[in-house]
């Protein structure tokens, strides 16, 4: 049985979730935060996510999404061609590297009550500004983020987007998404009509209501 642990408020969770569910992977999830937890249930750097598998542990992400599409692999989620394949996983890279981690340095400021310093914030703006640029010559939005199908970049799409969205708003005071032209509300909304995405989006308002009501 494959094991998905970590917790529903984590995008790189939900990337993976939502994974398995298009997939239609029979699988059960473990409650498992960062830190000394994760590193306690097998993940080296106490990330998340991880998983069980019947071989042992798996950490990261796209290890993660390599081993389920390999491990079941339809239906697909990413294409037989070779080079439209590594297309996708070039826009998942870019999502993942050079949208969402960046982005990641807002988030003390924009969701946890931090601070980011003025030197930081405008560091972070002239990167996103440069690689949202790079994103746009990539991404296809015909509908999905690679083209007609949906496919892993849109699993990662999905989660990213509304944050890096958000985050730029909240602390740059400008969402720098939709600034680049890229109507991230209108593609969220249209991949929030699968029942993959509305399962994934379900838990993780529950979950985030769930530790509102009982802070730790």
């Not at 494959?2 to 917790?7: A, K, W």
């Not at 996983?89 to 340095?105: K, M, N, P, S, Y």
């Not at 930081?120 to 939005?141: M, S, W, Y």
Request: proline share 6%; hydrophobic share 40%; net charge neutral.
């Amino acid at each position: 049985m494959f094991v998905l642990c970590g917790f529903p408020l984590s995008n790189y969770y939900n990337k993976v979730k939502l994974a398995l569910l298009e997939k239609g992977v029979p699988f059960t999830e473990e409650d498992v935060a960062t830190g000394e937890p994760a590193r306690s249930a097998g993940s080296p750097l106490g990330k998340v996510p991880f998983a069980r598998t019947e071989h042992g542990v798996i950490c990261e992400s796209e290890a993660l999404m390599d081993y389920i599409e390999t491990r079941w692999p339809t239906p697909a989620l990413l294409p037989a061609d070779p080079w439209q394949r590594a297309k996708v996983r070039e826009l998942t890279i870019f999502l993942d590297l050079h949208l969402e981690l960046v982005a990641r340095e807002l988030y003390p400021q924009a969701f946890f009550g931090g601070t980011v310093s003025e030197k930081n914030r405008e560091r972070v703006r002239a990167l996103l500004n440069k690689h949202l640029t790079g994103f746009q010559r990539l991404a296809k939005f015909a509908p999905y983020v690679a083209g007609e199908h949906f496919t892993q970049a849109d699993c990662a799409a999905y989660v990213h987007l509304p944050l890096v969205a958000l985050s730029t708003k909240l602390v740059l005071g400008e969402d720098l998404v939709a600034a680049h032209g890229i109507d991230w509300k209108a593609y969220v909304k249209l991949v929030g009509e699968r029942p993959s995405a509305q399962k994934v989006t379900a838990d993780r308002k529950a979950d985030q209501e769930r530790r509102v009501a009982t802070p730790s």
